[in-house]
């Protein structure tokens, strides 16, 4: 009878940014059962859109039990930006066991970053952090996985986070999705469980709306541009086409 694999966990919260001509450190952590495993060793071997490679099987270093590859700058500095970047991460994970863990990525001209911190938080809850458990002095985690989420689901509808370019935009639905994610918590882990029930209510509530009410200025033509008369939502706009595809008042049936 056969043994299966183990099946490890890379995990990799979205595709990979990479910004051009930027030096930057490139991670590829990987779990089993709740804990990281460090590789014995390993190489990242990066591709182009066109299969062509930026980095060809090159070795990695084991720091802090992580696959780690530190990109100079002068290895992206002359190419042209670009989405369908593949990353293929090759581990040893044991004497007889080598793992290939793959993500996409794009060769970006910014990376998009969060505005928001613990202060945002305390602002609309001061008790915030006297609720904190024992042993933390921040809600970054919870801050953290809101922005991934976030920034998933811009992708998911069309959008791509790098090219937006008015981060203060995302503030309201960044702070509701966390506050959710904070009193969904704290209804198994705090006492008064009826108040956080209301509270991630609300906030679910409020994310939904602020969702809906999302416009950024969105750098679609990625010429580091800023277009103040142009906006664009959260959700991309879908065109369908009816018989013959004919154009009507502007639009398309």
């Not at 009878?1 to 595709?15: G, H």
């Not at 059962?33 to 460090?38: I, P």
């Not at 290895?75 to 293929?88: D, H, I, K, R, V």
Request: hydrophobic share 40%; net charge neutral.
């Amino acid at each position: 009878m056969s043994i299966a694999e183990t099946l490890y966990t890379a995990r990799f919260r979205s595709s990979e940014t990479i910004e051009r001509g930027r030096s930057q450190v490139l991670q590829c952590p990987v779990y089993r059962a709740g804990a990281l495993v460090a590789p014995t060793s390993g190489t990242l071997t990066i591709y182009k859109a066109d299969g062509t490679t930026v980095v060809n099987a090159a070795a990695v270093a084991i720091t802090g039990s992580i696959a780690t590859y530190s990109l100079a700058d002068t290895a992206t500095s002359s190419l042209a930006l670009e989405e369908g970047w593949l990353l293929e991460w090759t581990l040893v994970m044991t004497a007889t066991v080598t793992n290939v863990f793959r993500n996409d990525g794009a060769l970006v001209r910014r990376t998009l970053y969060p505005v928001v911190t613990d202060a945002d938080l305390f602002r609309r809850h001061s008790d915030l952090p006297a609720l904190l458990a024992a042993g933390t002095t921040s809600y970054q985690e919870y801050l953290d996985e809101a922005w991934a989420t976030l920034t998933n689901r811009l992708v998911a509808q069309g959008r791509r986070p790098y090219l937006v370019i008015q981060p203060s935009a995302l503030r309201d639905v960044h702070v509701a999705l966390t506050l959710q994610m904070v009193f969904i918590d704290f209804q198994t882990s705090a006492g008064d469980g009826g108040r956080w029930q209301a509270l991630a209510e609300h906030y679910g509530r409020a994310y939904t709306e602020a969702w809906g009410q999302l416009r950024f200025s969105y750098d679609e033509a990625d010429d580091n541009r800023v277009n103040p008369n142009t906006k664009k939502s959260g959700t991309s706009t879908v065109w369908l086409n009816g018989r013959g595809g004919y154009p009507r008042f502007g639009g398309f049936y």
